[in-house]
């Protein structure tokens, strides 16, 4: 309430103010490079910019911000530049995990469930279930961590993945090769891929639960 004052304990403060592209002082608009309302260099599907001899990748672009991304473009930035055109790469727009380095980690890939509830309506099934700690076996004992999964109840599509855990961060990558690779949920849980009760073998769990949850 404005004019009163509170007092909160916590144990940490975080200032997550967000990130601006640094591209103010390079004289970009004598080169005809151009930038957007929100200082960002824009580029197109190959990391050229609007001046045919400038490239650009990373932060300072108009793609989304993150240290995977501008690892994967300045690759393909390079990779054009030494590359006749015939034989150059473009950039895609992918789902992409994404780590927030908490405690316990937050990882996360393709959509959140109002997005895809919105898009897909009755389409859309979810399945949340709990992380076991290693060699215990999935629904005994103590959890440690949460996984919830998005996908279409119909065809077995992933569409989005959320994960806390302290191993989030390596097992959202599952989720995020079954979204490339178009492996329905149906196909995935066909086979045991998970060698040892634990974080891995929750994933497997919470598969099942959503193919329960989408034949209701």
Not at 23 to 30: H, N, P, Q, R, V
Not at 36 to 51: K, P
Not at 128 to 148: A, N, V
Request: charged share 20%.
């Amino acid at each position: 309430i404005e004019g009163t004052r509170h007092e909160i304990v916590a144990e940490a403060l975080v200032a997550a103010t967000g990130f601006a592209a640094n591209t103010k002082g390079f004289g970009l608009e004598k080169q005809r490079v151009y930038v957007d309302e929100q200082g960002r260099v824009v580029v197109n599907e190959q990391m050229r910019t609007s001046a045919s001899h400038v490239w650009a990748a990373g932060g300072v672009t108009n793609h989304p911000l993150h240290l995977g991304f501008a690892r994967h473009q300045a690759r393909l930035l390079v990779t054009n530049l030494t590359s006749p055109f015939f034989a150059q790469e473009r950039y895609r727009e992918e789902p992409f995990p994404k780590v927030l380095p908490t405690t316990p980690f937050l990882s996360s890939v393709g959509m959140k469930e109002e997005e895809a509830m919105r898009k897909y309506k009755g389409d859309c099934t979810v399945s949340l279930t709990p992380i076991s700690f290693p060699l215990t076996p999935p629904g005994s004992g103590p959890t440690r961590g949460i996984i919830k999964l998005i996908g279409r109840k119909r065809s077995g599509d992933i569409l989005g993945a959320h994960i806390a855990d302290p191993q989030a961060d390596a097992l959202v990558l599952y989720f995020n090769l079954a979204m490339r690779a178009e492996i329905p949920v149906f196909d995935l849980v066909e086979h045991q891929h998970f060698p040892a009760p634990g974080p891995a073998e929750s994933v497997y769990q919470n598969l099942e639960t959503w193919i329960e949850k989408a034949s209701e």
